[in-house]
Structures are given as C-alpha cells and as structure tokens.
C-alpha cells in the first residue's frame, strides 16, 4: 500500500515500512491537484497549463505524460484513471490520502452522533499535520486549503464537545489546544479550553490561557479579548472585573528608524539573506521597534519566529534556535525536510524519537565534524519555509556562542535565502560580554550586519508618549520634569507614568515604585519569579511558593495587568529585564537562597521524568540554594545534555563550574574521584573547541593523571596519557611525547582497550626520532589491536589513523610500494566507515606521502579533496597541512608560508623541519639557506629528526663545497643510523655528484 500525504508533510510512502517512494514536488502537487477534484475527470491541457505555464502546449503535454509515468511507478495505476483528453483520481484499498481520510471523516462525522464523531474524528485529525501543500502559492491551492482546515476546525468542534459530554475532560482539553493551535485568533477555543481547565480544576492553567489569548490577540490585532471571554475569567477568579489591563501606546519618535529596518526587511525579503542589530541602552525601546517591524512582516505574509536570551545562566545552549524552530510554519516545513536532515533538527527539538543518551553526546564531543551535518539540518528547516522569514532575537548581549556560531553558519550556508535575523543589543556595560563583540565584529566584516543605533526620545517625543498613556496632556512644568526623569528613555516614561512616580524620582526608584504598587502576594511572587532567573510557568511558581495555589493565581494575573509580567511561550517572563533586578533586589539575601532552594525542588518535581532539559537550571538553583552536592551532578548531566547538540563551549563551561564547587570543598579522596571524573568528561570538549596543542587541554590531562595516580586509577590515568601524549606531540615536545608513550606501553595490561593507543603513540613517537622500523612495528600492532575504537580525545579511527601514518616509515625504509598503498587502505577505510574526520587524516598524510613519492598528481586531487573536507566541517590542523601541501606542488610560497604561519599560531610545532624545508624549496637561495638552517634549529631543538637527513641534504646544495661535502656526509650517517634507507640513497647519490667520498 502507499501512502500520499499532502498536509504538512508532502511526500508519497510506502505504508508498510515507512520508506518515502517520493519527495518530488512536482509528482506530489499533481496527485494534490487531482485528489482535490477526486471523481471528477480534468483535462490533460488545463493541468499541462497549470503545472507548465511557460511551456508550450506540446511540450507542457510532454512534461505531464512523463510525470504520469513516475507517478504510476510511485503508487499504480489504479488510483490514476488516464484517458488520452483527461486524468481523474478514484479512491482504491491500495492508496490512502490523509486529504481524504480528512474529507471522508468529517462528512461521517457531520451525519452521525457523537459515536461516529468519537470513532471518526480523532484519526483525521492527527492526519492533519499542517496546511495542506504548505510553501505552494498556486491559486488552485488556496481554496483546498482554507477548506480543509475549516473541516478539521469543525472536527475540533464536534470531537471537543462529544469528549465533553462522555466526561473525558483531559481528551476535550487535548482537542481544543488543537484547535487553537489552527485558528490561534479565534477566541472561542480560547474559552473552550478556559472551562475544560477550570472543570479539570486547573485554574492556573485556565488564567495561562487567558493570557495567551490576550497577548496574541494584542500583537496580532490591537485589540483585547471580548466581554464573554474576560466573564469566563472573571467566574475563575472570583472576583469583580477590575477591567482590561492598560493598553500600549502606539511607536512614538522612530518613524526614520523603522523605515530604515523596514528597507533591510524589504532586501531581505527579496532573497538577500541578513543581520540587523538594533543598538542602544536599556529600556531606549528596541525590542518596541523590533515589534513593530515583525507586525509589518506578518501582515505582509512571513513567517515571523521570535526568542531571547538571559542573563542568567541555565538556559539550554542554541535556545533561540529551538524556539524559531517550534515556530508553527517552520514545524510544517520540517516534516518535508529528507530524513537526514529530519534526524538532526531532533536533536535539537525532539518530534517524538527517542532523545539522545549521555553515551551519544560523549561521542558527539569527540566527533566534532557532525556539528556542521547538525547545524545544515537546523539551517534548513529554518530556510525551508517557502516564505521569507523574519528571525527576531532579544538581548543579543547575553547571547550563547553555539547560537552565534549557528547564525554566522546559516546566513553564510544559504545568502540568497529570503531570511533577516533582527537582535536587539545592549551597549550598556557591552565590554562585559566580550564574546559577543569579538561575533559582532567579525559579522561587520563579511558584510550582511546592518547597525541601527537607538537613542533616547527628544522632549516633545517623551512628552507624546506620557500623553497617550495617560490620556490627557501634561502640565509645562511636568513635561521637563519627566523628561529631566526618564531621560528620555521609552521604558522609564511607560514606568513613570503607568506607577505614578513621585516628581524628581530617579530611574532606580521609578522602577521600584512600579513593584511596589502591586500587592503582598504579587510582590511575593514577583521575587520568586526574579529569583527563577528566566521565563516561568504557573505550575513552578505554584510548587515552589509558600503560598495556596489560588493566591499564587492571582497574584500572576494581577502582575500581568500591571504589565509587570507578560506571557512567554507556554508560560511568562517580566516585561523587561530591569524589572526583574528590581523585584530581586527588593528580596533579602537570606530569602533569595531559600527561594533558589525552593525553585530547584519544584523544577525537580515538575521534570520528574526527564530532568535533562532542565539541568542547567536546576544545577543553577541548587547552587545558588546552598546545595554544591545537587548542583555538582546537574552541571554535568547538564554539560552531557549539552553535547548532545556539539555545544562544546556551554559543556566546558558546565563542567568548569562543578569543579570550582568541588574544588572549594575540603580535601579528601571523595573530592578527589569527583575532580577526577569531571576531568575525564571534559577533556573531549576542550579538544574540540581548542584543539590538540591548546594549554587548556594539557592542563586538565596534567591534572587528570596527577589525580589518578594519587587514586590508584591506572586506566584513567593511561587514558590520559594518551590524550596528553597528542597535545606534547603536536606542540613539537617530541622528547616528551616519547617518554610518556613508553611509560603507557609499558604501564599497559595485555587485556587493556588502551593496547592499540599505546602502540599507536609509540608508533607516532618513534616515527619523529627517526625509527622507522620500529615505528613500523608499533604501528602495525596497534591496527591489529584497535577494532573500530576511537582513538579517544583525539577523535579519529585508529586504524585509519596508524595504517596513514605508517606510510611514512614504509617510505623511510625504502618501501615505496607499500607506502603508496598504505596511503591507499587508509582512505578507503575512511570512506568505507563514512567518517569525515578520519578521512580528512588519511588525506592528509597520504599528501605527506606523494610528495615524498613526488606523485604530484595525487597530491594534487589529496589536498584538493582535503581542502573543502575542511572547509566544509573547519577542521583546521589538517586545513594547515593541506595549504603547505598545495602551495609547494603549486609553486605557491605565499600559500605555503600561511599555513605554517597559522601552525605556530596554533602552537602546532609538530614536523616543522618537514614544513619548512617545502617552504624552502619555494624560496630563493638566501631565503632558502634562512629557512633550512632554521629547519635544522627547530629539528635539533624538538627532537624531530626524521627528515633531517633531508634538511641537511638540501641545504648543502647552497653550501660552498667543502662545507656541502662535510655537511653530506653527516646527513648520511644520521640516515644510516635512523635505518632511512630512502633519505640515505638521496644523501648518497647528491655527495657522488659534489666529488665525496664515503
């Protein structure tokens, strides 16, 4: 059987397995149209216009029969009645259509009771998993649409009521969400659900959906809920109306600045992808102007997806991504997105699959190339709406750097994407988030960062805003005075007038006031909610307040009609970050740690089931409760969850703050395992954020083994060595490198899973000391030892790894043959094993390898291929090899010389005498002598003395004679003495041709 889904999701499955048959969006529209006109023949020259107006007629005819061809291989022929003037869909056993199941439940539904609503309705609306052909703006499509979406509004309806009257108020409430969901501006569904909830006895919830109702009909419309929906709310509370909370005043004074945004939305809109910042102080009105832009976009037809950071931490990392992704449109757009890309947008917003364990996140760390795979997914979902989309984000300043890195990824990945990402960003105190000021500067730089600077609101301007708030004019005197007040600032005259501040207030107390005018309770649990840190539900101010729940109800909605709260997503958040500092400073020290103590027992509570969401946070609490042994496993349950997602900074930054808790308790070998274990866990995301040689990493595998030895932890401590074993040889500590890989070799037991990393780093060493065959040896000991292990922290496949690395010993030795062919096997197995990270190793030593060989030709497509695997995943070690490699086979100095430039930079010292003696064949003779005499500086200096008979070799071809000679002979005694059978036959062959004699 197939499966033709048209709503949401457009594809054709097999219904047995789930395979897609099809995503064609050409083969799908069809069936769409043929489906909507089901029983009804249409002819073959109307759906050739419709489907290929720019096509004449025969070859629009042409087009049809072809994709008639691939429609019948997708799903038979029986459902597809052709005749040579026309083409009809017939329902049949072998072929379900969700448009129709909707039809066919709604007309059943419609002419029977309750019992065929209940058998009926619930399937059909499930099948609808959004509007039907979504991101297709044919005018054939319009009608079907609307039409199918009133039939499941009614199925809503019918289904609501039937559940209701049969007492499943838990299924009546599911439904009517659904219906909101649909028409989100209709108020009935609002009130249907009020009721349901207040039956149910959750009258928090009933006052949630309240203010949901009134915050969308408030941006969307201007205006607020209806007589019978505030009466509902009215019976809730029990108490007289005290009306509709104050309304807002319309933007005051930006009309230059919002045409300014408006042009940038309009060039974005056209398919010129971009970032505006809107900069000013707090409260100056930026997220007010940035309300304004996002109503304009919406009434033009765009997706609009909004989200904000805090700052607070305990926020999950990519947070705003995960907002806009929950966007209804973007939702819809996902379903149509392949599997592939399906499977990494869960990740992040989970559809119902299982969600990733703490052993996948650890693999995550170390594999960092799948963070590029995760952030495409993410940018396609968001670019795959088929409309422009307008990306807004609040408080730019506290924003997490993996959502910076994704935005800088997403609007690079796609420039000609109809998308603008708007912020708003703080310029008070900006030098304290210098991590954002380094990501703004460099957006300035690639060109699509558009700056709005926003000032304070001139005199005559502030004085219009308190007039329209207040709804009379103010005095002369009380126009300075308020101007001398506020400053100017939009958010301070809103305050100043809506609290009716004292005359000569300042801004401190203006805010203050605003608080305090709210009753005991609502001040109450304004200070619970500030000390939450974050947006808030009902349900967790309920739990973790002292207060009856009714009272806590109230309070809420009493500080949401002051405007001191406004609704946020499935809960609330205050209107504006100062006032939240001001409602937490109003809470005495004590009761702040009881209240932190409080919030993270009910979060706990509340995310019983799965608390990983909610880790950061709790961790937070309970570390700011008084409790560092709660907050010590929620950090890193939450640096686990984090990885999860590639956030490799956040996991660090997790990490770090469990051990300053542990580190700050006293000395014992409790403390000690603790330290220990964080150690072990975070050392894999210091390696993928700052790489082998970074002193991060080897300062905590320094501590790691310090730490393991003192607990008798022989394998942690191995397993360390051989992380620090990688950072010791990449910085160029040859020396050191060696001395660890034998203590691991030697420490190793026979059963160890560390037997193939031990010979693999021995291998490694042995290598660079200029001991080929033994180095061999070691080398093919470790592929047969390794199975399909990583290599630990450093994240590539050891197998692939040693068989790369052992060509250059196979050619050292001589064997030519068994070198290329190494080089060979490696990139196979890497390809075989689809690892990218693991073929960009192979590639790049089998670049070491041909121009060893001088296979300049398979040099060339090596480093071709390494250079956009790089590019593509930023790698950037191996991107180094990749430009010294292509800059010498082209003849390029000034390629060759960056890539060694960014080595060092990198403090990756590592076969520099290698590097430079390329860069040396590039320059000319005086450049050339520089160079080679410091190649043979830095071998000397590192112990890196593998290629040094060849550094020496060819720096006596600048040499005078005499001196070349004598220089020769020495070159071929240290190869002699490395068995370099290769290196000691160009020595050779170069002092027969200088006149010495051996």
Same mark, same amino acid.
């Given at each position: 059987?197939?499966?033709?889904?048209?709503?949401?999701?457009?594809?054709?499955?097999?219904?047995?397995?789930?395979?897609?048959?099809?995503?064609?969006?050409?083969?799908?529209?069809?069936?769409?149209?043929?489906?909507?006109?089901?029983?009804?023949?249409?002819?073959?020259?109307?759906?050739?216009?419709?489907?290929?107006?720019?096509?004449?007629?025969?070859?629009?005819?042409?087009?049809?029969?072809?994709?008639?061809?691939?429609?019948?291989?997708?799903?038979?022929?029986?459902?597809?009645?052709?005749?040579?003037?026309?083409?009809?869909?017939?329902?049949?056993?072998?072929?379900?259509?969700?448009?129709?199941?909707?039809?066919?439940?709604?007309?059943?539904?419609?002419?029977?009771?309750?019992?065929?609503?209940?058998?009926?309705?619930?399937?059909?609306?499930?099948?609808?998993?959004?509007?039907?052909?979504?991101?297709?703006?044919?005018?054939?499509?319009?009608?079907?649409?609307?039409?199918?979406?009133?039939?499941?509004?009614?199925?809503?309806?019918?289904?609501?009521?039937?559940?209701?009257?049969?007492?499943?108020?838990?299924?009546?409430?599911?439904?009517?969400?659904?219906?909101?969901?649909?028409?989100?501006?209709?108020?009935?569904?609002?009130?249907?659900?009020?009721?349901?909830?207040?039956?149910?006895?959750?009258?928090?919830?009933?006052?949630?959906?309240? /203010?949901?109702?009134?915050?969308?009909?408030?941006?969307?419309?201007?205006?607020?809920?209806?007589?019978?929906?505030?009466?509902?709310?009215?019976?809730?509370?029990?108490?007289?109306?005290?009306?509709?909370?104050?309304?807002?005043?319309?933007?005051?004074?930006?009309?230059?600045?919002?045409?300014?945004?408006?042009?940038?939305?309009?060039?974005?809109?056209?398919?010129?992808?971009?970032?505006?910042?809107?900069?000013?102080?707090?409260?100056?009105?930026?997220?007010?102007?940035?309300?304004?832009?996002?109503?304009?976009?919406?009434?033009?037809?765009?997706?609009?997806?909004?989200?904000?950071?805090?700052?607070?931490?305990?926020?999950?990392?990519?947070?705003?991504?995960?907002?806009?992704?929950?966007?209804?449109?973007?939702?819809?757009?996902?379903?149509?997105?392949?599997?592939?890309?399906?499977?990494?947008?869960?990740?992040?917003?989970?559809?119902?699959?299982?969600?990733?364990?703490?052993?996948?996140?650890?693999?995550?760390?170390?594999?960092?190339?799948?963070?590029?795979?995760?952030?495409?997914?993410?940018?396609?979902?968001?670019?795959?709406?088929?409309?422009?989309?307008?990306?807004?984000?609040?408080?730019?300043?506290?924003?997490?750097?993996?959502?910076?890195?994704?935005?800088?990824?997403?609007?690079?990945?796609?420039?000609?994407?109809?998308?603008?990402?708007?912020?708003?960003?703080?310029?008070?105190?900006?030098?304290?988030?210098? +991590?954002?000021?380094?990501?703004?500067?460099?957006?300035?730089?690639?060109?699509?960062?558009?700056?709005?600077?926003?000032?304070?609101? +001139?005199?005559?301007?502030?004085?219009?805003?308190?007039?329209?708030?207040?709804?009379?004019?103010? @005095?002369?005197?009380?126009?300075?005075?308020?101007?001398?007040?506020?400053?100017?600032?939009?958010?301070?005259?809103?305050?100043?007038?809506?609290?009716?501040?004292?005359?000569?207030?300042?801004?401190?107390?203006?805010?203050?006031?605003?608080?305090?005018?709210?009753?005991? @309770?609502?001040?109450?649990?304004?200070?619970?909610?500030?000390?939450?840190?974050?947006?808030?539900?009902?349900?967790?101010?309920?739990?973790?307040?002292?207060?009856?729940?009714?009272?806590?109800?109230?309070?809420?909605?009493?500080?949401?009609?002051?405007?001191?709260?406004?609704?946020?997503?499935?809960?609330?958040?205050?209107?504006?970050?100062?006032?939240?500092?001001?409602?937490?400073?109003?809470?005495?020290?004590?009761?702040?740690?009881?209240?932190?103590?409080?919030?993270?027992?009910?979060?706990?509570?509340?995310?019983?089931?799965?608390?990983?969401?909610?880790?950061?946070?709790?961790?937070?609490?309970?570390?700011?409760?008084?409790?560092?042994?709660?907050?010590?496993?929620?950090?890193?349950?939450?640096?686990?969850?984090?990885?999860?997602?590639?956030?490799?900074?956040?996991?660090?930054?997790?990490?770090?703050?469990?051990?300053?808790?542990?580190?700050?308790?006293?000395?014992?070998?409790?403390?000690?395992?603790?330290?220990?274990?964080?150690?072990?866990?975070?050392?894999?995301?210091?390696?993928?954020?700052?790489?082998?040689?970074?002193?991060?990493?080897?300062?905590?595998?320094?501590?790691?083994?310090?730490?393991?030895?003192?607990?008798?932890?022989?394998?942690?401590?191995?397993?360390?060595?051989?992380?620090?074993?990688?950072?010791?040889?990449?910085?160029?500590?040859?020396?050191?490198?060696?001395?660890?890989?034998?203590?691991?070799?030697?420490?190793?037991?026979?059963?160890?899973?560390?037997?193939?990393?031990? /010979?693999?780093?021995?291998?490694?060493?042995?290598?660079?000391?200029?001991?080929?065959?033994?180095?061999?040896? /070691?080398?093919?000991?470790?592929?047969?030892?390794?199975?399909?292990?990583?290599?630990?922290?450093?994240?590539?496949?050891?197998?692939?790894?040693?068989?790369?690395?052992?060509?250059?010993?196979?050619?050292?030795?001589?064997?030519?043959?068994?070198?290329?062919?190494?080089?060979?096997?490696?990139?196979?197995?890497?390809?075989?094993?689809?690892?990218?990270?693991?073929?960009?190793?192979?590639?790049?030593?089998?670049?070491?390898?041909?121009?060893?060989?001088?296979?300049?030709?398979?040099?060339?497509?090596?480093?071709?291929?390494?250079?956009?695997?790089?590019?593509?995943?930023?790698?950037?070690?191996?991107? +180094?090899?990749?430009?010294?490699?292509?800059?010498?086979?082209?003849?390029?100095?000034?390629?060759?010389?960056?890539?060694?430039?960014?080595?060092?930079?990198?403090?990756?010292?590592?076969?520099?005498?290698?590097?430079?003696?390329?860069?040396?064949?590039?320059?000319?003779?005086?450049?050339?002598?520089?160079?080679?005499?410091?190649?043979?500086?830095?071998?000397?200096?590192?112990?890196?003395?593998?290629?040094?008979?060849?550094?020496?070799?060819?720096?006596?071809?600048?040499?005078?004679?005499?001196?070349?000679?004598?220089?020769?002979?020495?070159?071929?005694?240290?190869?002699?003495?490395?068995?370099?059978?290769?290196?000691?036959?160009?020595?050779?062959?170069?002092?027969?041709?200088?006149?010495?004699?051996?």
């Amino acid at each position: 059987m197939r499966q033709v889904s048209l709503l949401g999701e457009q594809a054709i499955l097999d219904e047995a397995d789930g395979v897609v048959v099809t995503r064609s969006p050409r083969s799908v529209a069809l069936v769409a149209f043929l489906v909507v006109h089901a029983g009804v023949p249409q002819p073959r020259q109307r759906i050739a216009a419709l489907f290929w107006p720019d096509s004449t007629e025969a070859q629009a005819l042409t087009n049809l029969r072809r994709e008639l061809h691939h429609l019948r291989h997708a799903i038979g022929g029986e459902s597809l009645v052709a005749t040579g003037k026309d083409l009809c869909w017939r329902d049949t056993p072998a072929v379900r259509v969700d448009v129709r199941d909707l039809e066919l439940a709604h007309r059943a539904a419609i002419t029977g009771g309750d019992d065929a609503v209940l058998a009926h309705a619930p399937a059909a609306i499930a099948g609808y998993r959004g509007e039907f052909l979504p991101g297709i703006a044919d005018e054939w499509v319009v009608q079907p649409r609307a039409e199918l979406e009133s039939r499941c509004v009614r199925l809503c309806d019918l289904l609501c009521e039937a559940r209701r009257g049969r007492g499943d108020l838990p299924g009546a409430a599911e439904v009517a969400r659904r219906r909101i969901h649909l028409r989100p501006l209709e108020e009935h569904g609002y009130r249907t659900l009020m009721e349901l909830q207040a039956a149910m006895g959750d009258r928090a919830g009933a006052v949630s959906t309240y /203010h949901h109702c009134a915050s969308i009909l408030e941006r969307e419309l201007g205006v607020v809920p209806d007589e019978a929906t505030r009466k509902v709310l009215r019976r809730l509370l029990a108490r007289p109306s005290g009306g509709p909370r104050p309304g807002t005043a319309g933007l005051v004074g930006r009309s230059r600045e919002l045409r300014h945004l408006l042009g940038i939305w309009q060039n974005a809109a056209a398919g010129r992808a971009g970032l505006v910042l809107v900069r000013g102080g707090a409260g100056v009105g930026k997220s007010r102007l940035l309300d304004e832009v996002a109503g304009t976009a919406r009434a033009h037809g765009a997706v609009v997806a909004t989200s904000q950071c805090f700052g607070t931490p305990g926020r999950l990392p990519l947070a705003p991504v995960a907002d806009w992704l929950r966007a209804p449109a973007v939702q819809a757009a996902t379903t149509n997105l392949d599997p592939v890309w399906r499977a990494e947008v869960d990740r992040l917003v989970p559809s119902g699959r299982s969600r990733d364990g703490p052993d996948t996140g650890t693999r995550a760390m170390v594999d960092a190339w799948q963070r590029h795979r995760f952030f495409e997914g993410l940018a396609r979902a968001l670019t795959g709406t088929g409309r422009p989309m307008l990306l807004v984000l609040d408080n730019l300043q506290w924003c997490d750097q993996e959502t910076l890195a994704f935005l800088t990824f997403c609007l690079g990945l796609r420039p000609d994407a109809p998308v603008l990402v708007a912020a708003t960003l703080r310029t008070d105190d900006f030098d304290e988030w210098s +991590e954002t000021g380094d990501w703004v500067a460099r957006m300035r730089a690639t060109g699509l960062l558009t700056e709005q600077a926003l000032n304070p609101l +001139e005199p005559g301007e502030t004085a219009r805003l308190a007039e329209l708030l207040a709804g009379q004019p103010l @005095a002369p005197g009380d126009r300075e005075l308020l101007q001398a007040t506020t400053g100017g600032f939009p958010l301070y005259v809103v305050e100043a007038v809506r609290g009716k501040a004292l005359p000569g207030s300042d801004l401190t107390a203006v805010l203050r006031n605003r608080v305090e005018q709210a009753g005991s @309770a609502a001040r109450r649990v304004a200070g619970l909610a500030a000390a939450v840190g974050r947006d808030f539900t009902l349900a967790l101010l309920t739990e973790a307040s002292d207060l009856e729940p009714d009272t806590v109800v109230r309070a809420v909605d009493e500080l949401w009609r002051r405007r001191i709260f406004h609704e946020c997503g499935d809960g609330y958040d205050f209107s504006h970050e100062l006032l939240r500092d001001t409602a937490y400073r109003l809470v005495s020290p004590p009761n702040r740690w009881l209240l932190h103590r409080r919030i993270a027992q009910a979060l706990e509570m509340l995310h019983a089931g799965d608390t990983d969401p909610v880790s950061g946070r709790l961790a937070e609490q309970y570390a700011r409760g008084g409790r560092p042994d709660r907050a010590v496993s929620f950090y890193r349950r939450a640096a686990a969850f984090a990885s999860s997602t590639f956030a490799h900074a956040e996991a660090i930054r997790l990490h770090q703050e469990a051990l300053d808790l542990v580190r700050a308790q006293p000395d014992s070998r409790e403390s000690a395992r603790a330290e220990l274990s964080i150690l072990e866990t975070m050392a894999a995301p210091l390696n993928a954020r700052y790489g082998y040689a970074s002193p991060q990493v080897q300062h905590a595998l320094e501590r790691t083994i310090d730490l393991a030895r003192q607990l008798g932890r022989r394998d942690s401590a191995l397993t360390a060595m051989v992380g620090l074993w990688a950072s010791r040889f990449v910085q160029g500590r040859t020396g050191e490198a060696y001395e660890l890989a034998t203590t691991v070799l030697n420490l190793v037991d026979p059963d160890s899973e560390l037997r193939g990393a031990a /010979h693999f780093t021995f291998g490694g060493s042995a290598t660079s000391l200029g001991r080929p065959a033994e180095a061999l040896q /070691h080398f093919d000991l470790a592929v047969k030892l390794s199975g399909d292990a990583p290599l630990l922290t450093v994240g590539t496949r050891l197998d692939v790894h040693a068989t790369a690395w052992a060509a250059h010993p196979h050619w050292l030795l001589g064997h030519t043959g068994e070198a290329v062919a190494a080089a060979v096997d490696a990139i196979g197995l890497a390809r075989a094993i689809d690892h990218p990270y693991s073929l960009a190793v192979a590639l790049a030593y089998a670049g070491i390898t041909y121009q060893m060989c001088d296979e300049k030709v398979r040099l060339g497509d090596v480093v071709g291929e390494l250079g956009e695997l790089c590019d593509r995943y930023g790698f950037a070690y191996y991107r +180094e090899w990749g430009l010294v490699l292509g800059g010498w086979r082209a003849g390029r100095i000034d390629t060759a010389r960056r890539g060694i430039d960014n080595l060092r930079a990198e403090g990756s010292f590592a076969r520099m005498p290698y590097w430079l003696s390329l860069l040396a064949d590039l320059s000319g003779p005086e450049s050339a002598r520089a160079t080679l005499d410091a190649a043979i500086v830095a071998g000397q200096a590192r112990d890196d003395v593998w290629w040094m008979p060849e550094v020496m070799r060819r720096r006596a071809a600048l040499d005078e004679p005499a001196t070349a000679v004598s220089r020769l002979r020495s070159a071929v005694r240290l190869a002699t003495a490395q068995g370099s059978v290769a290196l000691r036959r160009r020595c050779e062959h170069d002092l027969g041709v200088r006149g010495g004699v051996r």
